[in-house]
């Protein structure tokens, strides 16, 4: 059974830095591409990074600079460092493994920036 464990999110002010973390059992991050999306009250799920194998990231141009992707094989683990947070980063963040239709999702952890 495949399952993806998301914690780290909070509440933080615009300029903070928070880190996320996507724990995974059931499948290797080395050898699946791992990506986080997000989604805003409103708006569609969105890719934010992701990481595949090789070590190739990608960003979405909102984060790029900001935030990094980074996965520990040793603890089956996906990270997103995020940085300079602003108010519109805003969002329900989640872990995916692999690509459709073989793709696994984990249950989101909110991240709200706010003064």
């Known amino acids: 059974q495949v399952q993806l464990v998301e914690s780290g999110g909070g509440l933080v002010q615009p300029g903070g830095s928070l880190r996320l973390s996507c724990a995974v059992s059931?499948?290797?991050?080395?050898?699946?591409?791992m990506a986080w999306y997000r989604q805003a009250p409103g708006k569609l799920r969105e890719l934010v990074a992701a990481?595949?194998?090789?070590?190739?990231?990608n960003y979405a141009d909102s984060v790029k600079g900001r935030f990094t992707i980074s996965r520990d094989n040793a603890r089956n683990t996906v990270y997103l460092q995020m940085n300079s947070l602003k108010v519109e980063d805003t969002a329900v963040y989640y872990c995916?493994?692999?690509?459709?239709?073989?793709?696994?999702w984990g249950q989101g952890t909110q991240v709200t920036v706010s003064s």
């Open positions: 995916k493994l692999g690509v459709e239709p073989y793709a696994y």
């Open positions: 059931g499948r290797s991050v080395s050898i699946n591409r």
């Open positions: 990481i595949v194998t090789g070590g190739f990231t």
